[in-house]
């Protein structure tokens, strides 16, 4: 073999070489971005299950503010006992109609 034969040899070696490794790393990088996507994209998806989650849990609180302002009322609390708890006025009758179904 000649010398030029064998530095060619060397050149098409070192060439294949850093062919597979730039190959090598191109596929770790893509492989590592995404698993970042997929990661990003789970927790936008978590994000928007959450968003609607915290409007639903302010509207419940609006709710019990609400509840907790006509608690304070007397004249609620009683109405509200008897028609709950079928309470009655001094001289006055309960008489419970079934719901239709």
Known sequence: ??????????KKRRFLLFGLTS????TLMTL??????????????????LEK???????KE???ELDAK???DSEYIARYAREKYLY????????????DE
């Open 1 to 10: 073999m000649s010398l030029k034969q064998q530095a060619k040899k060397k």
């Open 23 to 26: 190959i090598a790393v191109l």
């Open 32 to 49: 590592t971005i995404g698993k970042y996507w997929v990661t990003i994209y789970e927790k936008y998806q978590e994000k928007k299950e």
């Open 53 to 59: 989650e915290l409007l639903e849990l302010k509207a």
């Open 62 to 64: 609006k709710e019990l």
């Open 70 to 72: 006509k608690l304070q």
């Open 88 to 99: 009655s006025k001094d001289g006055e009758f309960i008489i419970k109609i079934p719901e």
